[in-house]
């Protein structure tokens, strides 16, 4: 039973891979969909009985159903800078800014992502393709950590250099006849760009 759900499993993310994916989908699934996990589904989606201005964020059929205030234009397919989603984002208008926390303001290029999605009709693929995008294009690499409270932040990734404390020592060979310490110093320094100081008398 077992191996049928994984043998299904495969299927439907190398099914969802071999579709053609759109700029919008690139973007929701890399940018937007995390962005809002981190941001906004505090608020307006973890917990379905307590939405805040009832502005449903899980997913886009409850979006462009709006909420209290800005009702179905909250997200305006094709329209990014008429779409509240955005224009609250950039904390323009004063008293509702979003997120509401200073420490939680989104940077420009984070705006920008959504702004981008909606001009591009704000798609939101099925779960499968998110998960074959991230796959096919993510950036970094994921790390194996204790369980996280969510499923964005489990599968979230690092940049390499970061991961530099995790990684296994690296044992050099250092040439024969050679002292390792200079040996290993003149290495870097040519990696550099850097010439060494020429040799200084022994007088």
Same mark, same amino acid.
């Given at each position: 039973?077992?191996?049928f759900?994984?043998?299904?499993a495969?299927?439907?993310v190398? /099914?969802a891979?071999?579709?053609?994916?759109?700029?919008?989908?690139?973007l929701?699934?890399?940018k937007?969909?995390p962005?809002?996990?981190?941001?906004?589904m !505090?608020?307006?989606?973890?917990?379905p009985k307590k939405?805040?201005?009832?502005?449903?964020m899980?997913t886009r059929? /409850?979006?462009l159903r709006?909420?209290?205030?800005?009702?179905?234009?909250?997200? %305006?397919?094709? +329209?990014?800078? +008429?779409s509240?989603?955005y224009?609250? /984002?950039?904390?323009?208008e004063e008293?509702?800014?979003?997120?509401?926390?200073?420490?939680d303001?989104?940077?420009k290029?984070?705006?920008?992502?959504i702004?981008d999605? %909606?001009?591009?009709? !704000?798609p939101w693929?099925?779960d499968?393709?998110v998960?074959?995008?991230?796959n096919r294009?993510?950036e970094?690499?994921?790390v !194996?950590?204790? +369980?996280a409270?969510s499923?964005?932040?489990?599968?979230?990734?690092?940049?390499i250099? +970061?991961?530099w404390?995790?990684?296994p020592?690296k044992?050099?060979k250092v040439?024969?006849?050679?002292n390792?310490?200079d040996?290993?110093?003149?290495k870097k320094?040519?990696?550099?760009g850097?010439d060494? !100081?020429p040799?200084? /008398?022994?007088?």
């Amino acid at each position: 039973m077992k191996l049928f759900r994984g043998i299904t499993a495969f299927f439907l993310v190398t /099914s969802a891979i071999a579709e053609e994916v759109s700029v919008g989908e690139k973007l929701f699934a890399l940018k937007v969909k995390p962005l809002l996990a981190q941001k906004c589904m !505090a608020c307006h989606g973890d917990d379905p009985k307590k939405i805040k201005g009832d502005l449903d964020m899980r997913t886009r059929e /409850s979006m462009l159903r709006g909420g209290e205030t800005y009702e179905d234009e909250a997200l %305006i397919p094709g +329209k990014g800078e +008429k779409s509240f989603l955005y224009i609250l /984002s950039t904390r323009v208008e004063e008293d509702m800014e979003m997120p509401p926390k200073e420490a939680d303001k989104l940077t420009k290029e984070q705006t920008w992502w959504i702004r981008d999605w %909606i001009n591009e009709g !704000a798609p939101w693929p099925s779960d499968e393709k998110v998960t074959a995008i991230r796959n096919r294009f993510a950036e970094g690499e994921q790390v !194996a950590t204790s +369980k996280a409270l969510s499923e964005d932040w489990q599968k979230r990734r690092y940049e390499i250099k +970061k991961l530099w404390a995790y990684r296994p020592l690296k044992v050099e060979k250092v040439p024969a006849g050679k002292n390792p310490v200079d040996w290993f110093v003149g290495k870097k320094l040519k990696e550099a760009g850097i010439d060494p !100081a020429p040799a200084a /008398s022994p007088r």
